[in-house]
């Protein structure tokens, strides 16, 4: 059974920034992987998402040229980098992945880690 462990949320003033990490406790080939985000009171929305169709990575409007999704393949780490962040990005984050692992095709998500931006 894969994990997933999000790590790098925490309070931020409003223009900082912040860079989320996602590790898997095993490997995963993925076809799938985005950050999602849940505010309170609002249903939980993808934010960046990358798919191994082709196409390159794409972004919610809200965040287009702050947020940056990526990974590193020899660590099984996946990476949102938060810039120019505003309140209301204030939200629990969460990583999924949809992949191969031990040859079964699986979807994961992690546990969320919280950000929470002051004004």
């Known amino acids: 059974q894969v994990q997933l462990v999000e790590s790098g949320g925490g309070l931020v003033q409003a223009g900082g920034s912040l860079r989320l990490s996602c590790s898997a406790s095993g490997s995963i080939m993925a076809n799938y992987m985005g950050w999602h985000r849940q505010a309170p009171g609002k249903q939980r929305e993808a934010v960046a998402v990358?798919?191994?169709?082709?196409?390159?990575?794409s972004y919610a409007e809200p965040v287009k040229g702050r947020f940056t999704i990526s990974r590193d393949n020899a660590s099984d780490t996946v990476f949102l980098q938060m810039s120019t962040l505003k309140p209301e990005d204030t939200a629990v984050y969460y990583c999924?992945?949809?992949?191969?692992?031990?040859?079964?095709?699986?979807?994961?998500w992690g546990q969320g880690t919280q950000v929470t931006v002051s004004s």
């Open positions: 990358w798919t191994s169709f082709g196409g390159g990575p």
């Open positions: 999924n992945l949809v992949g191969s692992h031990r040859g079964a095709l699986g979807e994961y």
